[in-house]
T-cell receptor, first 115, second 113 residues
Framework: AQKITQTQPGMFVQEKEAVTLDCTYD???????LFWYKQPSSGEMIFLIY??????QNATEGRYSLNFQKARKSANLVISASQLGDSAMYFC????????????FGQGTILTVHP | EAQVTQNPRYLITVTGKKLTVTCSQN?????MSWYRQDPGLGLRQIYY???????DKGDVPEGYKVSRKEKRNFPLILESPSPNQTSLYFC????????????FGPGTRLTVL
């Protein structure tokens, strides 16, 4: 079974600074996907970014980038220029592989942005 | 508006009383799935459906049933709820499988007494 590990239960960052949220995954499948989602205190799940295992370049979406290191099996989320509205829970998710319909979530990291 | 809807949003029930949480999407998505969220555990997948009439178990299917008789709906059924099924439940859908953006519903908070 796939396993996703987010080792940082909580992170703090100053407004306008960059922050990296760590994610490591454990899969032997050659084909898989990796997502990051944000869950603010209001509870909804918001898509941030997606990286496919065969993608040659790191995914970027506005202020979000995914630092994909395939050999190390890591998929860290980098948020540049943090904003107060970035305070939320962040989930790293592994998708597919031989379990083609499955999504496996990490435990989440709570990010707090200080003014 | 493109969306995934869940009903009810909040439910308090008693042990053993069958209940159904509905999930509906209006985006013509093939893939739908259910998750439960518990503190410290993230979200865990209960069941998923790649398309109509095709469902499969996720990581925590015990105590749950699903059906996918039509594309837009994917109800979650608890035949005999127990207190350990108290949780926050999310339904999600995507255009075609897990390699696309997943659109989540607003969540259903279930309490089983």
């Amino acid at each position: 079974a796939q396993k996703i590990t987010q080792t940082q239960p909580g992170m703090f960052v100053q407004e306008k600074e960059a922050v990296t949220l760590d994610c490591t995954y454990d899969t032997s499948d050659p084909s898989y996907g990796l997502f990051w989602y944000k869950q603010p205190s209001s509870g909804e799940m918001i898509f941030l970014i997606y990286q496919g295992s065969y993608d040659q370049q790191n995914a970027t979406e506005g202020r979000y980038s995914l630092n994909f290191q395939k050999a190390r099996k890591s998929a860290n989320l980098v948020i540049s220029a943090s904003q107060l509205g970035d305070s939320a829970m962040y989930f790293c998710i592994n998708a597919g592989g031989t379990s083609y319909g499955k999504l496996t979530f990490g435990q989440g990291t709570i990010l707090t942005v200080h003014p | 508006e493109a969306q995934v809807t869940q009903n009810p949003r909040y439910l308090i029930t008693v042990t053993g009383k069958k209940l159904t949480v509905t999930c509906s999407q209006n985006m013509n998505h093939e893939y739908m799935s259910w998750y439960r969220q518990d503190p410290g555990l993230g979200l865990r997948q209960i069941y998923y459906s790649m398309n109509v009439e095709v469902t499969d178990k996720g990581d925590v299917p015990e105590g749950y049933k699903v059906s996918r008789k039509e594309k837009r709906n994917f109800p979650l059924i608890l035949e005999s709820p127990s207190p350990n099924q108290t949780s926050l439940y999310f339904c999600a859908s995507s255009f075609n499988g897990v390699y696309n953006e997943q659109f989540f519903g607003p969540g259903t908070r279930l309490t089983v007494l």
